[in-house]
């Protein structure tokens, strides 16, 4: 990103957001890491900060409004504009420029895709398309995938379209029973699933002389890993982690259970325990041995583990940190019935499975796993892919934040991260 344009997106912004923002920019990342800049979005996220910007909020309305409705063109246009993540959708394998399974939709509903791989991350997307959104204008998107807390601000502010339950009978039946009521989204009114995301422990097992490292305590106290550590760069998913290893329900904490994560931390960089915070550029020095253990997302350790059987993760008996990457309708959107048809399309198993073994990120859909069993075996059988009953009974959220909380918690893990 050119730096006027930079200067442009962030001004404004407190300046632990805008050195955040402009390291992992320059450090020539942003456009690779799934998830690169998730945690420095959070400080924009009030109503308040908005305003400051120079963005007025939008009015706090329902989904049916007319403050976000628009008149729908999907009976007259048949196409949905789509932005999606970078190699977030399964391609042809043998023409990787097509998606089989966004084609397969085509063929079977003669609607037309366009399809960007526009969201980079979720503070970038969101400047995109707030003051189109503030405005009351068409975004010139009719669905997009952004993670769960972003969904939640969006939703907040009167961003999101409610989706019609007649259009998505197919989502509302086979969504699985874990995703069904997040706290930002009570009963999917919004927004339904593309992939869930783990947050585990891993190591490389050469680095570590076939030692196993289990826990974020010995990530944080065994000296024989000093200096070659490594946590998440996002707040959520680091601060979650550490207080489930501290007992703490990451969906309940408090302040004062904050603040005790945050100097457990601190006394990891100030003793050197920790070698750096990072986004997901920590596999390839995972797989290097030039750091020993990290926190690291499950959908990164497929890949790795592909290329290098050294690698090993560990799901921490206290548990792990998940969340969901969602599919919206914004306001305003041209073609929302054509958006919801793509929805209710991917919530058939058939096609969840093909997504699942293109992209290796967890699935929302009941009996996929069947499906997947017969497509790509070796997927089903892999518990980042498909959690077993066990791992899953694991699985923690961390819960939404008030507009105060998102700016304190953020500030002071900012400071800790050194951003």
Excluded at 214 to 225: G, W
Excluded at 343 to 355: G, S
Aim: hydrophobic share 40%; aromatic share 8%.
């Amino acid at each position: 990103m050119a730096f006027k344009a930079f200067n442009e997106l962030t001004d404004g912004l407190p300046e632990p957001v805008r050195r955040a923002w402009e390291r992992s920019l320059t450090s020539g990342r942003a456009a690779i890491g799934r998830r690169t800049l998730l945690r420095a979005a959070a400080l924009t996220t009030g109503a308040g900060t908005l305003a400051a910007c120079g963005i007025p909020a939008a009015p706090r309305v329902s989904g049916d409004s007319s403050a976000n409705a628009a008149e729908d063109h999907s009976a007259g246009e048949k196409e949905v504009v789509f932005s999606n993540w970078p190699l977030y959708v399964d391609t042809d394998e043998k023409d990787k420029q097509k998606h089989g399974t966004l084609d397969a939709f085509t063929a079977a509903t003669g609607i037309t895709v366009k399809y960007t791989e526009d969201v980079n991350d979720n503070v970038e997307f969101f400047g995109k398309i707030k003051p189109q959104l503030a405005s009351g204008q068409d975004t010139g998107r009719d669905l997009v995938v952004l993670t769960d807390w972003m969904c939640g601000r969006l939703i907040r502010l009167g961003w999101a379209q409610k989706l019609d339950p007649a259009n998505v009978t197919t989502a509302i039946t086979n969504v699985d029973a874990r995703f069904r009521a997040p706290d930002w989204d009570p009963g999917r009114l919004y927004t339904y699933p593309w992939a869930g995301i783990q947050v585990v422990v891993a190591y490389n097992k050469k680095a570590t002389k076939g030692k196993e490292v289990t826990s974020v305590s010995q990530l944080l106290d065994d000296p024989e890993l000093k200096g070659r550590v490594t946590f998440l760069s996002e707040m959520r998913d680091t601060i979650g982690m550490v207080l489930l290893d501290m007992g703490k329900d990451p969906a309940k904490f408090t302040a004062d259970d904050y603040a005790a994560a945050i100097a457990r931390l601190q006394k990891g960089v100030d003793n050197k325990q920790i070698r750096r915070f990072t986004g997901n550029d920590y596999g390839q020095e995972l797989s290097s041995g030039d750091i020993a253990a990290c926190v690291a997302w499950g959908g990164d350790l497929i890949q790795l583990r592909a290329d290098n059987p050294d690698i090993e993760f560990v799901v921490p008996e206290k548990g792990y940190i998940a969340s969901t990457d969602n599919l919206l309708v914004p306001a305003r959107a041209r073609h929302k019935a054509n958006a919801e048809k793509l929805i209710d399309f991917y919530y058939q198993p058939k096609i969840a499975a093909q997504l699942v073994a293109g992209i290796g990120y967890v699935s929302a859909v009941t009996g996929m796993k069947e499906e997947l069993a017969t497509l790509a075996p070796d997927s089903a059988a892999n518990p980042l892919v498909v959690p077993t009953p066990e791992m899953a009974t694991k699985a923690h959220v961390f819960r939404t934040l008030t507009e105060s909380e998102e700016s304190g918690f953020e500030e002071k893990f900012s400071k800790l991260i050194g951003a």
